[in-house]
């Protein structure tokens, strides 16, 4: 029967000291942690499962050369070793998600992010102040829409949530192909970030300023715009006649 022990029972304690020696010991110390801890499992009907959920459901040892580090480490959580193990693991870009979900059960996501949080504004060249308020909206749930490791995955989710907050989605109503697409093209040319045309209008991430330009332009040159693709549309429905018919 397979089970997890707890974390303070004496008999996974004493395997996880073992086990570490055993996989990260040198010369005569790992051959001897390697046979104490298969004496220590087979006396105890113990497996490697049975230290840790993401350890193989086996007593043979020839398995400790394959196992990766993360799964060593995650064998730490709730132990008296923990903090040490999330220090690796949060920078671990291999983690699986079952992984990263253990991690985020047992860490405080938001003291990460403020840890690293000027750090990452300065990679981004945003002003610390924007991430520091973005960090206290950050839900370990906004982690699964983005790769990479947990603090990969938590900077990603704070740019995304100051750049949200910064530029909100907004919509231009506009009707017709030709006057949507010139819309579309001022608003990319403004610095609006998702452009999209919709059934009735534009939509694009904006800020303040980007929305009240784009409002101007839309007042004050579209209609010319407008003229110039007319006549543009013409002469290449002209230009294409004449290159069918030659």
């Known amino acids: 029967m397979t089970r997890t022990l707890p974390h303070d029972d004496p008999r996974r304690t004493r395997a996880l000291k073992l086990l570490q020696l055993a996989r990260r010991g040198v010369g005569g110390e790992r051959t001897n942690a390697t046979r104490l801890l298969l004496t220590h499992l087979q006396t105890n009907d113990m497996t490697l499962f049975d230290i840790d959920p993401g350890l193989p459901v086996t007593q043979d040892l020839s398995v400790l050369d394959s196992l990766r580090e993360a799964q060593l480490e995650l064998a730490k959580l709730g132990t ?39 750090a990452w504004a300065h990679l981004d060249g945003v002003e610390d102040r924007h991430y520091a308020a973005a960090v206290d909206r950050l839900d370990p749930r906004d982690l699964t829409a983005f790769p990479g490791s947990v603090a990969q995955r938590a900077h990603a989710a704070v740019r995304q949530a100051y750049w949200r907050a910064a530029y909100p989605l907004r919509t231009l109503r506009v009707q017709g192909e030709v006057e949507q697409a010139l819309v579309a093209g001022l608003l990319t040319g403004l610095g609006g970030i998702g452009v999209r045309i919709l059934a009735d209008g534009v939509e694009a991430h904006l800020d303040g300023d980007q929305l009240a330009r784009a409002r101007s332009m839309m007042v004050q040159d579209l209609p010319a715009l407008r003229r110039q693709a007319a006549d543009a549309l013409r002469a290449l429905g002209e230009q294409h006649a004449r290159a069918r018919r030659s």
């Open 80 to 118: 008296d070793r923990q903090d040490e193990a999330l220090e690796r693991l949060v920078d671990d870009p291999a983690l699986t998600p079952a992984e990263i979900e253990r991690v985020l059960r047992v860490m405080d996501l938001q003291v990460l992010a403020r840890h690293r949080s000027e």
